[in-house]
């Protein structure tokens, strides 16, 4: 019997979270999908990367992936606050969002691995060291030119990240990272540093997972601990002028890290002492400013993921809002059909458009809860610090949502043939 998208060639550019999800979406509607990567092989990069509820969704809609994600995943019921005098805050228990569906919180590259595997099980042409050099597009079809070697397809959906050719050839915008005035510190290590320190082995327990942030004027230090106690992941968001350069492999350096929460309890100097340098990266976090629109003029390529709209880590939905850019591209696809892909491609930008928009914002006011805070105010009303759990944002079914909006959406966009969306909104 004939899949919905059978017929359709989809091109797909860059294999993060946000291509690997649209791919899968569409090869499983029965779309010729091919994937180019320019990277030569699998990437292990990166260290803890969160997904929620909203995501969480659609890893368990994928025959196997949960029962693989388990097991290098963080379990805990919830999130413990501490002042950055070491000074008991709150627990943020999880229960009231457990009907919104599970999280998964891991390594990247483990995670990766497994999203990587489901898409190559599912019979996406994943092309390694396959770097698209060039977009183009006519009325009736679009395509790449990867290696020198043109391939054409109906559509392009371009997941390239934040440095996106795409979005600077396609759609002609300079990219302008600007500097948010912070960075972060991250780090992946193994416990034996911790184990060691009668002060952190607590922390590396077989038995529970911790989840611990400890909170101060402008930085707020997030450790977590996973896989029977073995491995611990810490984030410190600072204050940082120097420069805009972002890189998920900068090297970063212990003793500046410590610099960092000078006059800080000792047990957070002690996790940041056990920490590997070689396991420690410098993350500068940037802002960009939102894109006017994300598709080409013909309306053949589109972005998504973090070449549309980069995420600021304390919202906490990067990776889980690319994969919502994923499934709902490809169900527009499927409704649209072979024959009004552009009507596709404007759907998928209405509907995902103010939705990403609202959630990025989430990035700037839970960051500005933790550090702008007065601490004798919480000290007061610790529960103030408790992350809000947005309802609209976490118990979202984004392909539920575009099979339900998708008909009025096409509808508006042709009585409207001029919408652009606005990034005021
Ligand atoms: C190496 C790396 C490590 C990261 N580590 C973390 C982390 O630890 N924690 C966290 O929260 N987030 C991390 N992120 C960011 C996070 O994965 C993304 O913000 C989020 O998942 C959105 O993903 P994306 O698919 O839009 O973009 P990305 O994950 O950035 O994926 C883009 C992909 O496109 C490929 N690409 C770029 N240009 C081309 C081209 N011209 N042709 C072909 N392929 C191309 C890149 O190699 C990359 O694989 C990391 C990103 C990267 C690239």
Not at 85 to 111: M, T
Not at 301 to 309: E, Y
């Amino acid at each position: 019997m004939a899949q919905p998208c059978s017929g359709l060639k989809v091109l797909v550019v860059g294999a993060g979270f946000a291509g690997l999800t649209c791919a899968i979406e569409c090869r499983k509607r029965g779309a010729e999908t091919i994937l180019f990567e320019g990277n030569t092989s699998r990437r292990q990069l990166g260290d803890i990367i969160s997904f929620g509820s909203n995501s969480g969704r659609i890893f368990r809609s994928w025959p196997r992936v949960e029962e693989k994600l388990d097991p290098v995943c963080h379990h805990s019921d919830g999130l413990e606050f501490r002042a950055f005098d070491d000074d008991f805050l709150c627990r943020q228990i999880w229960d009231s969002e457990a009907d919104w569906g599970k999280r998964f919180n891991g390594h990247r590259g483990e995670i990766h691995g497994v999203v990587w595997d489901h898409a190559l099980s599912v019979g996406v042409d994943i092309r390694l060291g396959s770097k698209v050099q060039e977009y183009f597009e006519t009325d009736t079809e679009a395509g790449v030119v990867v290696n020198g070697e043109k391939i054409v397809g109906d559509v392009v959906f371009a997941g390239d990240g934040v440095r996106s050719l795409a979005r600077t050839i396609v759609l002609g915008f300079e990219d302008k990272p600007k500097s948010s005035g912070y960075a972060v510190y991250r780090a992946w290590m193994g416990t034996e540093g911790l184990k060691a320190n009668p002060l952190t082995a607590w922390l590396a327990d077989p038995n529970i997972d911790h989840h611990v942030g400890w909170l101060g004027p402008d930085v707020h230090f997030l450790v977590a601990t996973l896989q029977k106690g073995t491995a611990c992941s810490w984030v410190l968001t600072h204050k940082d002028e120097a420069d805009v350069e972002e890189s998920w492999s900068a090297p970063g350096y212990v003793e500046e890290a410590v610099k960092a929460v000078q006059d800080w309890a000792p047990i957070v100097h002690a996790i940041i002492r056990a920490t590997p340098e070689k396991d420690l990266v410098d993350w500068k976090l940037v802002f960009r400013d939102p894109l006017p629109t994300w598709i080409s003029p013909k309306r053949r390529i589109a972005l998504m993921g973090d070449a549309a709209h980069p995420f600021l880590p304390t919202s906490i939905q990067g990776a889980s809002q690319s994969m919502e850019d994923g499934v709902t591209a490809a169900v527009c696809l499927e409704l649209a059909g072979k024959a009004n892909v552009a009507d596709a491609l404007r759907a998928y930008e209405k509907i995902r458009y103010p939705r990403v928009l609202a959630t990025q914002r989430t990035g700037v006011t839970n960051r500005e809860a933790w550090h702008k805070a007065d601490f004798d105010q919480v000290k007061k009303n610790p529960e103030s610090v408790k992350l809000p759990r947005q309802d609209w944002v976490l118990n979202f079914d984004a392909s539920g949502h575009a099979y339900e909006v998708y008909k009025e959406t096409v509808e508006s966009l042709r009585a409207d043939p001029g919408w652009m969306p606005d990034s005021r909104l």
